[in-house]
Nanobody, 127 residues
Framework: QVQLVESGGGLVQAGGSLRLSCAAS????????MGWFRQAPGKEREFVAA????????LYADSVKGRFTISRDNAKNTMYLQMNSLKPEDTAVYYC????????????????????WGQGTQVTVSS
């Protein structure tokens, strides 16, 4: 069983930055692929970024490539999402996810599924 808790959301002006964190419980964090997803009001949950067990491989949605950076610290059981050059269209509830097998599938799978989800953290970007 893995429990995920996101933090770091908030209100920021366009062009600003935020850093999201996802703290995981348990001693098996390093055996899970980890990902960030987001859901805006009235829209489906969409893939944002994912990272492999060791952090050596990362994937990004085209909409965030070059602006967002995903990372993880297995010693701290924590994953991060550094978001720079934020745009109003980045406004959404951001969720972290953990899964033993899904990684590349997260980009195309619909609806999005994962073994575990966090409760979400709100990110609001004002214009």
């Amino acid at each position: 069983q893995v429990q995920l808790v996101e933090s770091g959301g908030g209100l920021v002006q366009a062009g600003g930055s935020l850093r999201l964190s996802c703290a995981a419980s348990g001693r098996t964090f390093s055996t899970y692929y980890m990902g960030w997803f987001r859901q805006a009001p009235g829209k489906e949950r969409e893939f944002v970024a994912a990272i492999s067990w060791s952090g050596g491989f990362t994937l990004y949605a085209d909409s965030v490539k070059g602006r967002f950076t995903i990372s993880r610290d297995n010693a701290k059981n924590t994953m991060y999402l550094q978001m720079n050059s934020l745009k109003p269209e980045d406004t959404a509830v951001y969720y972290c996810a953990a899964d033993r097998t899904r990684f590349t599938a997260w980009r195309t799978q619909a609806p999005k599924e994962s073994d575990y989800w966090g409760q979400g953290t709100q990110v609001t970007v004002s214009s």
